[in-house]
């Protein structure tokens, strides 16, 4: 199903002057921007990497300049918006960290021959520019703390402004305080705070379900991929809104999308086996019990901590899976079973589903409580995932093709991020009486082909 989204809506009055119609003139002029019972004139931006405009597996200067954050400052400056400062990278291919922790540059589409012999293209990591990581200093107040891995208990970490393992390398380079001294270090939070907001957003709560399901439900590292336990999250929700609101500051809040609606989690079908009938014949002579083929689609199969079985509806292939191994190497068969690692069967999902809802439970919860404005990513999400028009162009959450996602599968694009400042705006006008008119995500960048 198709939604048409237009950044406004043009109304034509026609006048009948003695009872001879004659055609009418649209109107072209825009309502004037209004500031409502908001104050857009000390805006502070708080969350993780989608807060940050970390794209394609990195942060870069381009995502940097198109985080939705930013988007917003240039439509609060129509209605009295002050500056928007952010930690800027320097030019070139940014900063990533791979599962491994090896240090690369943003990812970008190669032509290549794949193991079929067929022209494809691949995503792989650019050379990071190291130089990225060196602390900016503290002389500057910046309006943009996003903090790519970042989870919600983290923002008011006294070690979180360490250099990495101990702390995070991004949120590092521009902390006011490193701990170089005192060995404790300054907080997201209070670094915030020293913008004094009027007015901020608040996009966290991601990584606390997603490093999870990213791993594929691999706990081994606790204390990166665990799901975060409710009662931590809750008490950090309320921590951070009760700090950014403390002044009188208004804001908006956003909850989390589901991972089935994240192209890293939807690309490759639990089904994507396909095969000939010889094929299916050949597999069924030497299938265990329990797991038979046919001609066409059929599922992978598993090896399930010992158990080969195949995959059922509803459980996960994660992108990081090989395709040329899928292709041409019998992965996904009982030759060569996927590794649990590879998937998220229906408990893991079951879990990652119950998570998701308590924490958007809470942030609801506390958008209402502190009269802010909410927006329904996950709602959002899902409605992409089935497709939006905007001014005659369609969006999904598609790998590549579905425009509005970026090359690691999980973060968005340029156009992706104009797509929630869109959101947001709605909301903030529905919440505070503003009139702050939409972007043209058409307008902005999109995924790079070779």
Known sequence: MDFNITSKKILHFCVAVSLIFTACKPSLDEPKASTGTADFSRFVAVGSDLTAGYTDGALTLEGQSSSFPAILASRFNTVGGGVFIQPYLSVGNGIGFTAQNTLVGHLQLNSITNCLGEKDLIATYSAPNP???????NNIIYNNYGIPGAKSFNLDSQTFGKSAPIGNSYYHRFASDTGAISGLTSTVLGDAFKVNPTFFSLWIGVN????YAQSGGNESDLSM?????????????????NSLTSNGAKGIVINIPDVENIPFFNTIPYNGLILTKAQADTLNTTSPSGVSFHEGANAFVVNFNGTVRQLVEGELVLQSTSLDSLRCNSLGTPVNPLQTRMILDQQEVSK????????????KAVAIAKNLAFTDANAFFKTLN???????????????????????GIHLNSKGYAFIANECINTINAQFKSTIMAVDVNNYTGIKFP
């Open 352 to 363: 990652i589903h119950s998570s998701i809802a308590s924490f958007n439970a809470k942030i």
């Open 208 to 211: 606390d379900v997603l490093f």
């Open 225 to 241: 991929n665990e799901i975060t336990p409710d009662s931590v999250f809750n008490a950090a929700i309320d921590r951070i809104v």
């Open 386 to 408: 089935s497709g939006v028009v905007f001014n005659g162009v369609k969006y999904s959450t598609r790998y590549v093709n579905g425009g509005a996602f970026a090359l690691d």
């Open 131 to 137: 130089n990225d990581l060196q602390w900016l200093g």
